[in-house]
């Protein structure tokens, strides 16, 4: 206080860190539960809350405060951020800044699509959140641009295309800033994009870096593809994490396309694949590849969670780890890449293993198959993953991962080589069909497992899967939600259901809870999830009407307290 009044007498502007979120707030994001300013609460990405006013005991009086509409019906998937008594969340075309107590509109800012925009990207209409920094709130937009806002006011402050939409290219990724560098990546996969992640100055926006998932010809890796073939996909479009120790940013890679693999035999580097970097640079240290020639869509781009756990001869290890689309729960020692554990936690039969002394799946024979010649087999689990994108949570008190797993298979089967021949980017790079099968029973389940034996401590069965992130906390809760537009709180040693509530549309993005003037609160979107919809056939969800809705949760309170005291 004195050195900020000294300043200002002798004319001496203080950095603008001082009334925004330093490096420092960002790298101490989960130590300090009031408020949430990281995508994942925390860099290490963990959903875990240390608050627990709301707990096991209390969580049945769990009542709405507040809603806010979003007027969206394209889908709510970012995880909101909480600053100072407001919250801000994102969706396709608008950032708003929400009174955190009162759920009133502070400011909106709509961004201005070209027409053809929702027409023509890829892969969802959808906004994953945003970044805070200095002052300033960052966010992707569809047509592949990066902004920065004003986080008091909401105006642009500064604004840089990053690529072209007409290319295949856009953007829903939540931005990662990471030593001071705002970094964003591409969705596009499906569309034949060669994905990049990128580096943009704070301050200015300024492109700093690029630094491509898919080798150019002389950079080690080029060899992974045929000679003649497209060398498309590789997107980077769900955030990493970030371990400030070591400087190591950690980004996962999407898919090869297209899909069908029979012409781009090779490992594909790096698509599937996690990669290490250098925030000030983009320099990759290290890099692990999860499904090489991937023919089933499995992605690789899920959260990359950051702990520290004993090996099972009770040694610490510093670990990253990832549910995978491709059904296996990975575990990385995040100083150099090398595995550590690999179990499978939902059915899988692409691969019998993860080799842990090479690091490679060991396919099964229907995926040599495949990938040696196409043909078809029954698959699983299903283009829509052992878990789709929304993250998982780690709670570092139980050693335990909270996972939304989707239980389908698919009838996959590879199109004529001459359905794929001619791709440019901008086209639907497929090649395949892949009807789901499954259980109607059972599609789905939310379940609590040791990330190194792969032990599952406890699942909850669900009729149609969840696409929502799950959260924990001290107070011994998993929040999470369904489809169906239940949000929910289950008891994180048991799995026993504690509390629930309907709201009218799907739960798609990441439950936060946050805290302000000593109360404890939940907040979650519910809105349809466009991309989603076309993956899940239960009846129910045609009644469900799309929706956009901030919702934000607070304890009933029977004996309202009354100002009787003297001020
Ligand atoms: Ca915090
Ligand atoms: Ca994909």
């Not at 960002?26 to 009031?34: E, I, S, V, Y």
Request: glycine share 10%; aromatic share 10%; with cysteine.
């Amino acid at each position: 206080m004195l050195r900020a009044s000294l300043l200002a007498l002798i004319g001496v502007a203080l950095p603008l860190t001082a009334f925004g979120q330093t490096a420092d707030d960002l790298k101490n994001d989960a130590k300090t539960p009031g408020d949430v300013l990281t995508y994942g609460m925390g860099y290490s990405g963990q959903r875990y809350s240390e608050l627990s006013s709301i707990n096991r005991d209390n969580v049945k009086r769990l009542v709405p405060a507040w809603a806010y509409s979003m007027a969206d019906n394209r889908g709510l998937e970012a995880q909101p951020l909480v600053k100072d008594g407001v919250i801000y969340i994102t969706d396709h075309e608008k950032t708003v800044a929400i009174d955190a107590l009162s759920g009133k509109e502070i400011w909106k800012n709509v961004i201005e699509y070209p027409p053809e925009t929702t027409r023509i990207v890829c892969c969802g209409i959808v906004n994953r959140g945003a970044a805070m920094y200095d002052g300033k709130l960052y966010r992707t937009t569809l047509d592949a641009n990066v902004i920065a806002l004003d986080l008091k006011t909401g105006k642009e402050v500064w604004r840089t295309k990053s690529s072209d939409p007409s290319e295949g290219y856009s953007m829903t990724v939540a931005p990662l800033v990471a030593d001071g560098v705002v970094i964003a990546g591409v969705s596009g996969a499906e569309f034949g994009v060669r994905g990049y992640l990128e580096g943009f100055d704070a301050q200015t926006g300024k492109s700093l870096w690029r630094t491509y998932t898919i080798p150019a010809q002389g950079e080690p890796g080029y060899d992974s593809w045929p000679a003649n073939s497209t060398r498309a996909g590789g997107s980077t479009w769900v955030t990493g994490t970030y371990d400030p120790e070591l400087n190591l940013v950690y980004w996962g890679v999407g898919n090869p396309a297209p899909w069908n693999p029979i012409l781009r035999k090779g490992d594909n580097l790096n698509t599937n694949s996690v990669l290490a970097l250098r925030p000030k640079t983009g320099e990759v240290v290290w890099k692990y590849q999860m499904s090489p020639n991937d023919p089933f869509d499995y992605d690789g781009v899920n959260e990359w969670i950051i702990a520290d756990l004993k090996d099972a001869s009770g040694n610490p290890r510093k670990v990253v780890m990832q549910g995978n689309r491709n059904g296996f729960l990975y575990v990385i020692d995040r100083t150099n890449g090398k595995l550590i554990a690999a179990n499978k936690f939902v059915d899988v039969n692409w691969a019998d293993k993860v080799d842990l002394t090479t690091g490679r799946p060991v396919w099964s024979a229907q995926t040599k198959d495949i990938i040696e010649h196409g043909g078809k087999a029954r698959i699983f689990p299903s283009v829509t993953g052992g878990k789709n994108w929304a993250p998982m949570a780690f709670d570092p008190t139980r050693g335990l991962v909270y996972v939304n797993a989707i239980e389908m298979g698919m009838d996959y089967e590879t199109l004529p080589a001459d359905k794929i021949a001619n791709l440019k980017p901008g086209d639907p790079f497929f090649g395949v069909k892949f009807p789901l099968v499954f259980d109607p029973e059972k599609r789905g389940s939310l379940k609590a497992i040791n990330p190194l034996t792969g032990e599952v401590k406890w699942q909850v069965p669900f009729k149609t899967p969840n696409f929502a992130g799950t959260l924990v906390t001290a107070g011994g809760l998993v929040i999470t939600g369904q489809m169906t537009g239940e949000v929910m709180a289950f008891d994180a040693d048991t799995g026993k259901l504690m509390w629930e509530f309907q709201t009218p549309s799907s739960i798609n993005g990441s439950p936060i809870t946050w805290e302000k003037d000593g109360k404890q609160y939940i907040t979650v979107n519910s809105g349809i999830g466009g991309v989603y919809a076309m993956h899940v056939e239960d009846p129910r969800l045609t009644h469900v009407p799309a929706g956009g809705t901030v919702w934000t949760f607070k304890l009933f309170e029977e004996f309202p307290q009354r100002s009787a005291s003297s001020n």
